[in-house]
C-alpha cells in the first residue's frame, strides 16, 4: 500500500467559499502531482512540485493554487469555490529513481462536490 | 511532445476468460518506462504492471502480462483468468527518466467482467 493520504475524501460546500484539499506522503518523495478526473474520464495534470519551494502549472489551466512547503506535505487550495470545480482530485507522489521504477503512487482522491 | 493512445474506450469479458487492453505510445526517447494502472470504482489508483524500455522480456505479474513491442510503439496489457475484482478503469502510462519529466497518461479503457 502507498502512504499517500488525502482528507477530506468527501466534500460538499457551498458556491464561494475557500476549500483546502490536504495532500501529505510518507515516503519522502520530491514529486508530488496533482490530477483532476471526473467520474470515469481521463486524468488531468492541474499542477505539480519537484520539491521544496517548487511549484508548477499542469496542462490543464485551474483556478486552483498550490504550496510545498515541506517535502511531505503539497496542499491544494481553491479560494471560491465554484459549480464547475465539482470533480475528483487526486494527489500523487514519486521519486526519480532508476532502480525503484520510477512508480508514481496515488491517494485515494477528494471528491468536491459545489452547490 | 509524448502521447499515449488508448483506442478501446470499453471492454468487457466473461469472467475465467482473458482479454487484452491496448496501448500505443509515441516518442522520440529511446529509454522510458510504461505502466498500467488500476482504477476501481470510487477507489485508489494502483499499479498493475510496470516495464523498462531497454528490458526485452515482457514483464508479468501473476495474472497479467504486457505486450511490449518497442519499434511498434505497443503496450498490450493481458489480463488472464479474468475475475470480477478486475472490473475498473485501467490507465496506461508513459514516463521519460530524464529529471525534469511529466507522466503521460492514455484516457483510460473501462473494463467490465460478466459473471
Known amino acids: 500500500e502507498a502512504d499517500i493520504y488525502q482528507t477530506p475524501r468527501y466534500l460538499v460546500i457551498g458556491t464561494g467559499k475557500k476549500i483546502t484539499l490536504e495532500c501529505s506522503q510518507t515516503?519522502?518523495?520530491?514529486?508530488m502531482y496533482w490530477y483532476q478526473q471526473d467520474p470515469g474520464m481521463e486524468l488531468h495534470l492541474i499542477h505539480y512540485?519537484?520539491?521544496?519551494?517548487?511549484?508548477e502549472k499542469g496542462d490543464l489551466s485551474s483556478e486552483s493554487t498550490v504550496s510545498r512547503i515541506r517535502t511531505e506535505h503539497f496542499p491544494l487550495t481553491l479560494e471560491s469555490a465554484r459549480p464547475s470545480h465539482t470533480s475528483q482530485y487526486l494527489c500523487?507522489?514519486?521519486?526519480?529513481?532508476?532502480?525503484?521504477?520510477?512508480?508514481?503512487?496515488f491517494g485515494e482522491g477528494s471528491w468536491l462536490t459545489v452547490v | 511532445a509524448q502521447t499515449v493512445t488508448q483506442s478501446q474506450p470499453e471492454m468487457s469479458v466473461q469472467e475465467a476468460e482473458t482479454v487484452t487492453l491496448s496501448c500505443t505510445y509515441d516518442?522520440?526517447?529511446?529509454?522510458?518506462?510504461l505502466f498500467w494502472y488500476k482504477q476501481p470504482p470510487s477507489r485508489q489508483m494502483i499499479l498493475v504492471i510496470r516495464?523498462?524500455?531497454?528490458?526485452?522480456q515482457n514483464a508479468t505479474e501473476n495474472r497479467f502480462s504486457v505486450n511490449f513491442q518497442k519499434a511498434a510503439k505497443s503496450f498490450s496489457l493481458k489480463i488472464s483468468d479474468s475475475q470480477l475484482g478486475d472490473a475498473a478503469m485501467y490507465f496506461c502510462?508513459?514516463?521519460?527518466?530524464?529529471?525534469?519529466?511529466?507522466?503521460?497518461f492514455g484516457k483510460g479503457t473501462r473494463l467490465h467482467i460478466l459473471p
Open positions: 500523487a507522489s514519486s521519486e526519480f529513481d532508476r532502480v525503484a521504477g520510477n512508480t508514481i503512487y
Open positions: 515516503m519522502g518523495h520530491d514529486k
Open positions: 512540485s519537484y520539491g521544496v519551494n517548487s511549484t
Open positions: 516518442t522520440s526517447e529511446s529509454d522510458y518506462y
Open positions: 516495464q523498462e524500455a531497454y528490458k526485452q
Open positions: 502510462a508513459y514516463r521519460s527518466p530524464l529529471r525534469d519529466d511529466k507522466i503521460i
